[in-house]
């Protein structure tokens, strides 16, 4: 059974780097074929698609967040993360990481309980 | 900037069926925007039910089916339940950007 679990920090002051990393379970990343992506949801946004990462470390971001989010994977950890900077209350959000098919790009099967990053001061 | 549109909420009866719709901005929807649908309820993670228009996971109830109606992507929910009163969620593929609804309440009474 494959799991996704997110750790970092839940707190975070204005201005600086938001940090989150999904620990993956069950599957190895580095098996190919899977998007590995981070979404957020917040009630003033909805459901936001942050980017992806795929097994060789190729990348897409949302056009929106492209300029302040990095998204790495490490194979031999099992995990990828998200690095999103010059943070502003805006970004407060419960952030996701889930897996999706390369071949049925929004088949997004398994998303982690969700990590709750509040921006403030 | 693509906007996708959603019913903010509808209330259907134990037993009826409901269709939900997600539009585009952008024009019409078809199956190039491989429309999905998720369920979120308080405190959990969304679940997957459609993806690719009308595809199934094994775990979505064979009450609820996608599909396009009237240039729209719709998720049909029937001989609906309470434990289907949720929040739903449908996303659209379009030039290179998942863009997800802004969600629909549905309630059941």
């Known amino acids: 059974q494959l799991q996704l679990q997110e750790s970092g920090s839940g707190l975070v002051k204005p201005s600086q780097t938001l940090s989150l990393t999904c620990t993956v379970s069950?599957?190895?990343?580095?098996?190919?074929?899977?998007?590995w992506n981070w979404i957020r949801q917040s009630p003033a946004m909805g459901l936001e698609w942050i980017g992806y990462?795929?097994?060789?470390?190729?990348?897409d971001y949302n056009p929106s967040l492209k300029s302040r989010a990095t998204i790495s994977i490490d194979t031999s950890k099992n995990e990828f993360s998200l690095e999103l900077n010059s943070v502003t209350a805006a970004d407060t959000a419960m952030y996701y990481c889930?897996?999706?098919?390369?071949?049925?790009?929004?088949?997004?099967?398994?998303w982690g309980q969700g990590a709750l990053v509040t921006v403030s001061s | 900037q693509t906007v996708v549109t959603q019913e903010p909420s509808v209330t259907v009866s134990p037993g009826g069926t409901v269709t939900l719709t997600c539009g585009s901005n952008t024009g019409l929807v078809t199956t190039a925007y491989y429309p999905a649908w998720f369920q979120l309820k308080p405190g959990q993670p969304p679940r997957a039910l459609i993806f690719g228009t009308n595809n199934k996971h094994s775990w979505t109830p064979a009450r609820f089916s996608g599909s396009l109606l009237g240039g729209k992507a719709a998720l049909t929910l029937s001989r609906v339940q309470s434990d289907d009163e949720a929040d739903y969620y449908c996303v659209l593929y379009y030039r290179r950007v998942f863009v997800f609804g802004s969600g629909t309440k549905v309630t059941v009474v």
């Open positions: 069950g599957d190895s990343i580095g098996s190919g074929g899977y998007s």
């Open positions: 889930a897996r999706s098919l390369v071949v049925a790009t929004t088949f997004f099967d398994y």
């Open positions: 990462i795929y097994h060789s470390g190729s990348v």
